[in-house]
Structure formats: C-alpha cells, structure tokens
C-alpha cells in the first residue's frame, strides 16, 4: 500500500522539480502548482528524493 503524500499548495513556488523528478506522481494543477496525482506511480524512494529536493519543502508524508 502507497503511503499517503500530499504538497501544501499555499507554500508551492511551481519551481516544477517533483514534477520533473517525479511525473507519474506530481503534476501541476489549473493554478500551475505541484500536486499529487497518483501517490503509488513511483516508489517511495523516489518520492522521497522529491521531497528532498523541493527547495521549499512543501511536500510531505501524510497519515
């Protein structure tokens, strides 16, 4: 079972690296802000390697 992640769209920059890093889980939504569109599209390592990366440390675990 995918862990649940989500990106806190107020602290979103669109800077587009989770979407770059990761497209078959991120994308950018009508407001071109990151967001999770399929949580289980990539292994966990991987989305954690997103998660690291965002400069602005907007994507997070979730319960």
Same mark, same amino acid.
């Given at each position: 079972?995918? =862990?649940?992640?989500?990106?806190?769209?107020?602290?979103?920059?669109?800077?587009?690296?989770?979407?770059?890093?990761?497209?078959?889980?991120? =994308?950018?939504?009508e407001d071109n802000l990151a967001e999770v569109f399929d949580p289980a599209g990539a292994a966990e390592e991987k989305i954690q390697q997103a998660i690291d990366a965002c400069p602005v440390s907007c994507i997070h675990w979730g319960d």
């Open positions: 079972m995918a =862990r649940n992640v989500y990106v806190d769209k107020d602290s979103c920059i669109s800077c587009g690296l989770c979407v770059e890093s990761s497209p078959e889980v991120f =994308r950018f939504d």
